[in-house]
């Protein structure tokens, strides 16, 4: 999955940035053409922590009032659905993403382990 916004940044520092308020989000946008209409998700953005998730899913809101709008019936309610999430800041997804970045392996206490006689 391509996350923008954390290119050159290492995981310590994403996590570290987290926990001060930093979020991931996702924006919505709708087309629709003539019957058909499309909601999709954009790119997930991290948005570093005092910053607003406005400004980054303002071409996805853009593009859904230019092109979401006109199938019916999908079309109004998707570009509604759409722009609702998108000027609330995005679909967050941090704790989803938060879970990916802690270290993977856990120590383990040996006395835990549990062996098998053979």
């Known amino acids: 999955m391509k996350i923008e916004g954390i290119e050159g940044i290492s995981p310590e520092q994403i996590r570290f940035e987290v ?3 930093a979020k991931f989000v996702f924006f919505y946008y709708s087309v629709s053409v003539l019957i058909m209409s499309f909601r999709r998700a954009s790119p997930v953005y991290f948005v570093p922590a005092g910053e607003s998730a ?3 899913g303002l071409p996805w809101t853009l593009l859904t009032l230019l092109a979401g709008w006109w ?3 999908w079309g109004p309610i998707y570009t509604v659905q759409s722009l609702v999430v998108n000027f609330k800041g995005g679909k967050d997804v941090t704790t989803e993403l938060s879970a990916r970045l802690q270290p993977a392996a856990a120590v383990v206490n040996p006395s835990q382990v549990e062996t098998s006689q053979v």
């Open 54 to 56: 406005l400004g980054k």
């Open 19 to 21: 926990q001060r308020g």
């Open 71 to 73: 199938g019916i019936p």
